[in-house]
Each structure stands twice: as C-alpha cells, then as structure tokens.
C-alpha cells in the first residue's frame, strides 16, 4: 500500500495561485476592531449591499417547499429571459454562470487548446494570468504606459503575430485603473480576426451607453462578459453572465457545468433586473460620491487620483510619504481597507472602493490622520 497522497499535474503544482482579498472579519481583527467600525473598500463591492427587492425575493423562495431540494434550471431559461429584457439581447446570445471568472475559465477551455495564447494589458485584473497558468496557456503581456493607457501600437502588432490560437483579454471600465477601453481600437483589434474578451464588470458605474454590445451584430469574435457582484450588490451569491454569438452559446452550454448557477442566485439574479431602475439609483449615488472623492483627494498633498469611471479610484502616492502598500498598512490601522498590487507599475499605487455618501466624511477623516 503506498502512503503517498495523489500528485496534481506538475504545472498546477507550481503555481502561486491567487491573491484574493482576506476577509472582513479577519482585517478587523488584525487591526483591533469591531468590522462594523471598519470601511471595507478593498473589493469594489457595492456599499449599500443587496437591495430589498432582492432580499424579499430570497425570503419568499425559502418559504417555496422545493427550495434548494431540486436542480435548478441547467438551460437557465428564466433567468436567460430576464437577461434578455435587461441588455436588449436575445436569450440565445446570453449565459449564465457562477461568477463571471466560471466564464472566462469556460471561454478559455472551449476556443484555445493548451499552448494556445492569451494577450493582457497589465496592470488588470488578476484573474486573467491566473487562469492562463491553471489551462497551460502562454501569456503576452503588452504593459499600459506610465498614464495606464493601453499601447495601441504595440497590442495590435502582437495580435497581428500571435495567430488565430489567441484571445485578447481588456477590462472596460479597467480594474484598477478605472478606464474604457477606446471604441476605435476594440474595432481594430475585431477588424484583425482577433477574438477579443471584454470584461465589462463594472460597466453600470461608467453607464450601459458605455457598453460595446452593440458591436456583437458585427463582430462574432467578440465576447463580452459581466457580473451582478459589482452593481447589484450580490457577490457573494457569485453569478455572472456573457453576451456572445448564438453559436458559441450553444457549444459553451454542451460543456458547462450542468447546473452551474444555484437556485438562489438565480432567484436574485431575476430579483435584480426587476429591480434595476431602483439600483440604478444607488449607482447615481456611487458615481457622485466618487466625484465627491476624487475632488476630496485632489486638495491632499501627497496624494494623486486618477479619473475613473467606475466604482473605484486608483491613487497614486508620492513616494516622499511613503509606497501605496504603506499608506495601505497605516489605513488598516484606522479601520480603512484599501487594496494594493505587486506589479511594478503600481508600487506607488493604492485603490479605494467607494464607500457609501454618509461613511465619506469618516473615509476622509481616517485617511487624513493615516498621513
């Protein structure tokens, strides 16, 4: 009898894995404090949490007798419907998932054999090399200058040698950077016969006129992919979405996890889009108290912010009072939790959440006495 354990496949056993943010209480605890008196603005959640339609949504379907005790829907037909009436699509261009990560992983899997190449613009968002290493794909990267500004030049010339095996990845609004990817250059890369990811999480925050749908007519190399986490306030329910060509749809759902989206998300996922006019009002609220932030954090010396259009501001911090990870380490003292990134390009960097309007004064406060 042998009294080793099983070996993963050797290039999953190398892996760093992924850094996600730790959670709330244990911040708390390591700072000394109760987590109601801390700021949690380290995710880009919504502040204002699940809506009340949503939550008495939630309720009544506890009180349903099969609730939970039967499989939900593995064709998401309800909730495909709903998705239908919120982007104007039809359901046959529309998938549902557990996270817009279960997506992009699927997307990876389904178009690109391994060796296959995936092209990025760091700094984004994390997940993208993650899920390069776990499906063995090659990762180019094309760097955004010292402004954070994607290098057109230089994206276009790499999709040009990669080869049909390629997927570019772009996040519009960009985490952590907070800006849309240029319409012209999208169309350029898509004139190429480039099939291009668009991960449009926070695309609420910027407004859906923002949104590059309406190229998917066109386009049917483009993928465009979303979440509920972000505006709907229900992260930790995990349900996502992609907006694709009708074709691609059906193929991902032949290999999809069968009844990948649970009952409960997908009960608050159809909550929220009858509730959207509702939450669209919250979204006003954010996006005017990151005004109000970013005009705040103008008048701080020290500090630079960067213009955004999403639920999040990336500050940059003169190094003459220290790195981003330092004022990061200082606010976690106060109770304000911020995030911070290894790449180089933000060494100096610190992104801030937005936090709800009536905890803006608190924010401001804190980080005053931080520096």
């Not at 306030?233 to 009844?259: E, F």
């Amino acid at each position: 009898m042998s009294s080793q354990r099983p070996r993963v496949r050797a290039h999953l056993a190398q892996l760093p894995g992924y850094a996600p943010v730790v959670p709330l209480a244990e911040r708390a605890r390591q700072a000394g404090l109760q987590p109601e008196d801390c700021l949690k603005l380290d995710a880009n959640e919504n502040p204002y949490g699940i809506h009340p339609g949503v939550r008495d949504a939630l309720a009544q379907a506890l009180d349903a007798p099969d609730f939970g005790s039967i499989y939900p829907d593995p064709n998401q037909t309800e909730l495909r419907e709903a998705l239908s009436r919120y982007t104007g699509l039809d359901p046959s261009m529309i998938l549902a998932g557990a996270g817009a990560d279960e997506l992009l992983d699927l997307s990876f899997r389904a178009i690109l054999p391994p060796g296959g190449t995936i092209i990025t613009c760091t700094p984004s968002f994390g997940m993208y090399p993650f899920l390069a290493d776990i499906n063995e794909l090659n990762l180019i990267d094309i760097p955004r200058d010292n402004h954070f500004a994607l290098r057109s030049h230089e994206l276009l010339e790499a999709v040009e040698q990669a080869g049909r095996d390629t997927i570019v990845v772009l996040t519009s609004p960009n985490n952590p950077s907070g800006d849309l990817v240029p319409r012209d250059l999208l169309k350029r890369l898509l004139d190429l016969g480039a099939t291009v990811i668009l991960d449009e999480a926070y695309i609420e925050f910027a407004g859906l006129h923002a949104s590059a749908q309406d190229l998917l007519a066109d386009y049917p190399r483009l993928i465009i992919m979303r979440t509920f986490s972000k505006w709907a306030g229900i992260a930790g329910l995990r349900l996502g979405y992609a907006l694709a060509h009708p074709g691609l749809v059906t193929d991902l759902i032949k290999i999809k996890q069968p009844y990948n989206v649970n009952q409960a998300a997908e009960i608050a996922g159809i909550a929220a889009i009858n509730c959207a006019d509702e939450i669209g009002k919250q979204i006003d609220a954010i996006r005017q108290t990151r005004d109000d932030l970013f005009k705040a954090l103008l008048t701080i010396d020290g500090l630079t912010p960067l213009p955004s259009e999403s639920n999040f501001i990336l500050i940059a911090v003169d190094p003459n009072i220290g790195t981003g990870r330092n004022l990061h380490d200082r606010l976690a003292q106060v109770g304000v939790f911020t995030r911070t990134y290894s790449d180089p390009l933000l060494t100096n960097h610190l992104r801030i959440s937005i936090p709800r309007a009536d905890q803006l004064t608190t924010l401001l406060d804190r980080l005053n006495s931080a520096l």
